[in-house]
C-alpha cells in the first residue's frame, strides 16, 4: 500500500523484475477479481474484462477522463494525447524510466536481477514522454504526470512518493503552483534528482528544476564509497545526497549500469 511513482519515460511494467509489483488500481477493477493486470498466453497484459472504456474510479468527477488508468496513466502518449497504457517503445532509448522503477521497488528474493530497497512497495507508471521522438528523449509532460500521481495515489492508499530523476535551468510559477497542490492538498512525497552538473556532466554550482522548488526533496549523487568525484550539481536546494554511480537496475531490454543523479533520486525515494 505503499506507491512509488516513476514519472518518466515510462516503464517496462510487464518486465520480470517489476511485473510482481506494479501497482494495479482496483478502483478501475471493473469485473471484480482483484487485479487489473492478467497472465494470458505466456504474457502478462492489462485485464481485458477491466477495459470497459469507463473512468470507474472518477476521483476527478469528471468521467471523460483518466479511462481505465488499470497500472498508471500517460499524459504524453503519441503526439501529446493521453492513453491508459505507461509501456513505452522496448529499447534503450526508452529505458530511463525503468531503470528508475527498478531502483524504486524491483521485486527482492526472486532469484533475478537487482533487488530494491522498498522490496514490499508498489511501482506506480506514469510516463511524461512523447512518443513523436527519437534520439535523446525529453520529458514533455512531467507536470501532468506529477499531478496525476499525487491524486490517484491521494485517493487509492492516501498519499505518493513521486520520482522524477530530470530537469533543467528555469524557475516557473506554474510549475512551483503544481508542486504546492500536490504537497499540500494531497499529502505527496516529491523527490527530485539534482542534476548531473554544468553541461549535462560536470561539478556545478546552481539551482536546477523541478529539485530547486520548495516542498521537494532534492538528491545529489554521490560516487562509490560515499565519495564526491566533482561531478553532479550542487547547492543549498539539495536537501541529501545517494549513491549514483554504477547503479544497476531494470531496462526494457533487461539490466544495466548507468551513472547519474537520475539513479540516485530512486534510490534515496525507495529508502
Known amino acids: 500500500d505503499i506507491l512509488l511513482a516513476s514519472v518518466d519515460t515510462g516503464v517496462d511494467w510487464n518486465h ?9 488500481n482496483l478502483a478501475e477493477d471493473a469485473d471484480g477479481d482483484g487485479k487489473t493486470l492478467e497472465y494470458i498466453d505466456g504474457e502478462w497484459v492489462l485485464d481485458p474484462d ?22 498508471g496513466w500517460d499524459p504524453s502518449g503519441i503526439g501529446g494525447i493521453d ?45 511524461v514522454s512523447d ?34 530523476s530530470w530537469g533543467g ?34 561539478e556545478a554550482y546552481e539551482i536546477q528544476y ?5 516542498h521537494v526533496i532534492a538528491v545529489a549523487p554521490l560516487g562509490t564509497n560515499n565519495q564526491w568525484n566533482h561531478w553532479g550539481t550542487y547547492h ?8 549514483g554511480e554504477n547503479i544497476r537496475s531494470t531496462t526494457c531490454n533487461g539490466y544495466a549500469s548507468w551513472d547519474g543523479s537520475s539513479m540516485a533520486s530512486p534510490i534515496a525515494a525507495s529508502v
Open 16 to 24: 520480470t523484475d517489476l511485473v510482481n509489483n506494479i501497482w494495479q
Open 50 to 71: 477491466d477495459l470497459n472504456g469507463v473512468d470507474d474510479d472518477n476521483w476527478d468527477q469528471n468521467p471523460n477522463t483518466f479511462i481505465d488508468d488499470l497500472v
Open 83 to 127: 492513453d491508459n497504457n505507461p509501456d513505452p517503445p522496448h529499447n534503450n532509448s526508452w529505458s530511463h524510466g525503468t531503470h528508475v522503477a527498478g531502483l524504486l521497488a524491483a521485486t527482492t528474493d526472486n532469484s533475478t536481477g537487482i533487488a530494491s530497497t522498498a522490496f514490499n512497495c508498489s511501482i506506480m507508471a506514469v510516463k
Open 131 to 164: 512518443e513523436n521522438q527519437s534520439g535523446q528523449i525529453y520529458i514533455t509532460d512531467g507536470f501532468a504526470g506529477i499531478l496525476y500521481a499525487a491524486k490517484a495515489g491521494y485517493y487509492s492508499e492516501g498519499s505518493t512518493i513521486i520520482n522524477n
Open 169 to 202: 535551468i528555469g524557475y516557473s510559477q506554474y510549475e512551483q503552483a503544481t508542486i504546492d497542490v500536490c504537497y499540500n492538498e494531497y499529502n505527496a512525497v516529491i523527490v527530485c534528482a539534482g542534476g548531473n552538473g554544468s553541461s549535462g556532466w560536470g
Open 210 to 214: 523541478p529539485s530547486g522548488y520548495n
Open 236 to 243: 543549498e536546494t539539495i536537501d541529501l545526497s545517494s549513491p
